[in-house]
């Protein structure tokens, strides 16, 4: 059975009143939630699960991250409207329309390591509306064309902890937002850069795909 528009729009909006019970999320995150058809980012025929609050297959073995652990890392890198904003591991491009919705159109850098990945969601975010800039390649290199940037995130876990270059594009004062660690034992890091060095908070225990 196909969802009609209205469906969909009914099952976004549990979603988000569901997101705001049980996680402590800032009302700017869950409207960007609320904004982003996450439908249209997941395979045809996943879309009866696009709004339950899980992680999905999104091909070439790598996955959407829940919606709850993309509400919290949009909030915990603290951006708001004209910020700019470096993303590594593109995706479908779900994770940078929230972000999108929030700094606004050509504010969002993302680079993707699968060529197919960046093609697809390059053009999934055109058809969608969003003005984002896609880069296909190595984001242990960040996207200098882009720097200096307000904040960063990794979609993926450096098992090494942030590299070097992706600090040194963010400015200081600016947040980072990573999985950090190899296999079970990744944990949710936020940097913050300063001038001297970087300041580590962390967030508990999550489980990414490893960077490659
Ligand atoms: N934010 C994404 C989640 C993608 S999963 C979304 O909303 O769909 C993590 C992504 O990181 C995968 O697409 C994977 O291919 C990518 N990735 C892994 N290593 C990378 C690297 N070194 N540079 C850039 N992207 C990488």
């Not at 929230?98 to 697809?120: F, K, Q, R, S």
Request: charged share 25%; aromatic share 4%; hydrophobic share 40%.
């Amino acid at each position: 059975m196909t969802e009609t528009d209205e469906d969909l729009a009914a099952s976004r909006e549990r979603l988000v009143e569901q997101l705001r019970r049980r996680h402590d999320l800032s009302e700017r995150t869950l409207a960007a939630i609320g904004s982003v058809p996450r439908h249209e980012f997941v395979p045809a025929d996943r879309q009866s699960a696009a709004y339950a609050d899980r992680p999905l297959p999104i091909g070439h073995d790598q996955t959407i991250s829940a919606p709850h652990m993309v509400a919290i890392m949009v909030d915990l890198i603290e951006v708001a409207e004209g910020d700019r904003v470096l993303e590594v591991g593109t995706g479908c491009g779900y994770h940078a329309a929230v972000v999108a919705e929030i700094v606004g159109p050509g504010n969002v850098y993302t680079v993707e390591y699968v060529p197919d990945l960046a093609d697809d969601a390059r053009d999934r975010l055109d058809r969608l509306g969003y003005d984002v800039n896609v880069r296909a390649g190595d984001g242990r290199e960040g996207y200098p064309d882009g720097a200096p940037f307000d904040a960063a995130y990794l979609t993926c876990a450096a098992p090494e902890g942030v590299p070097d270059p992706i600090i040194e594009q963010v400015r200081e004062g600016g947040q980072i937002v990573a999985p950090v660690g190899g296999g079970i034992s990744q944990r949710l890091v936020r940097l913050t850069v300063e001038a001297d060095g970087v300041d580590r908070e962390e967030h508990g225990g999550v489980r990414f795909v490893p960077m490659q």
